[in-house]
């Protein structure tokens, strides 16, 4: 279903990390620095540091629940699903279990029903597009790179502008800079990824440059998913 939000800018920056690693510590700190939002989407079935995993021998760790409220204040807190289990499949009742749990946990553990999610793998089935609308989730962020600022016509299937690995990164920063955006016509420059991967790729200095490009803009609204979408 088509949803026509009332806009209330021209031009915004928003962001969006997955998986509540323990590196978000760091990627706060970077955002709250330069006055970035994002929206974290956390897992809560599986949100423990004794979840762990390793990349390129990088030893990587989510967080425990407790503390992520006052952690992630003044940014938004949104679904990843239960177990970050693809959807592919995924019958009626396992929806439920991966979405409705989850959404209901962030709600008894951060006193806020969740309106968006990140879809696991990037995966969005019609069905499960469907069902997560019927639970009240109002956007739903997927892996597919635009390049553009345009706003989706269905929030429930938003594709980023970028990832945070994107060639294109700061040539898209650039653009967006330069555009003048307009009421009726507003941008969102929407980026995404994981915290960790600065640690695997050793390139922290990528996202505080595109902080520091993006920041201090009058014409420039900065806000979490939700308030750029809804």
Same mark, same amino acid.
């Given at each position: 279903?088509?949803?026509?939000?009332?806009?209330? /800018?021209?031009?915004?920056? $928003? =962001?969006?990390?997955?998986? #509540? *690693?323990?590196?978000? @510590?760091?990627?706060? %700190? +970077?955002?709250?620095? /330069?006055?970035?939002?994002? $929206? =974290?989407?956390?897992?809560? #079935? *599986?949100?423990?540091? @004794?979840?762990?995993? %390793? +990349?390129?021998?990088?030893?990587?760790?989510?967080?425990?629940?407790?503390?992520?409220?006052?952690?992630?204040?003044?940014?938004?807190?949104?679904?990843?699903?239960?177990?970050?289990?693809?959807?592919?499949?995924?019958?009626?009742?396992?929806?439920?279990?991966?979405?409705?749990?989850?959404?209901?946990?962030?709600?008894?553990?951060?006193?806020?029903?969740?309106?968006?999610?990140?879809?696991?793998?990037?995966?969005?089935?019609?069905?499960?597009?469907?069902?997560?609308?019927?639970?009240?989730?109002?956007?739903?962020?997927?892996?597919?790179?635009?390049?553009?600022?345009?706003?989706?016509?269905?929030?429930?299937?938003?594709?980023?502008?970028?990832?945070?690995?994107?060639?294109?990164?700061?040539?898209?920063?650039?653009?967006?800079?330069?555009?003048?955006?307009?009421?009726?016509?507003?941008?969102?420059?929407?980026?995404?990824?994981?915290?960790?991967?600065?640690?695997?790729?050793?390139?922290?200095?990528?996202?505080?440059?595109?902080?520091?490009?993006?920041?201090?803009?009058?014409?420039?609204?900065?806000?979490?998913?939700?308030?750029?979408?809804?």
């Amino acid at each position: 279903m088509k949803t026509t939000p009332k806009i209330h /800018y021209k031009k915004a920056v $928003t =962001f969006s990390y997955d998986d #509540g *690693i323990s590196q978000d @510590k760091r990627l706060v %700190e +970077i955002f709250n620095k /330069y006055g970035m939002k994002c $929206t =974290f989407n956390l897992n809560t #079935g *599986i949100q423990t540091s @004794k979840n762990t995993f %390793e +990349i390129e021998g990088v030893h990587i760790s989510r967080m425990d629940q407790e503390g992520l409220d006052e952690l992630y204040k003044g940014h938004e807190i949104a679904s990843h699903g239960l177990t970050h289990s693809g959807l592919n499949g995924l019958s009626r009742e396992e929806l439920e279990k991966e979405f409705l749990t989850d959404a209901q946990n962030i709600e008894r553990l951060y006193g806020k029903y969740p309106v968006g999610m990140a879809y696991a793998y990037g995966d969005h089935p019609q069905e499960a597009v469907d069902y997560l609308e019927s639970i009240g989730i109002r956007y739903g962020r997927t892996v597919e790179s635009t390049h553009g600022f345009e706003l989706p016509d269905n929030p429930l299937l938003l594709n980023p502008t970028c990832h945070h690995n994107d060639e294109k990164l700061f040539e898209l920063a650039e653009e967006f800079l330069q555009l003048e955006g307009s009421e009726e016509n507003p941008r969102l420059f929407y980026i995404w990824g994981h915290s960790y991967e600065f640690t695997v790729n050793n390139n922290w200095e990528r996202i505080e440059k595109l902080c520091q490009m993006l920041s201090g803009r009058d014409d420039i609204f900065y806000g979490t998913n939700a308030e750029c979408l809804l």
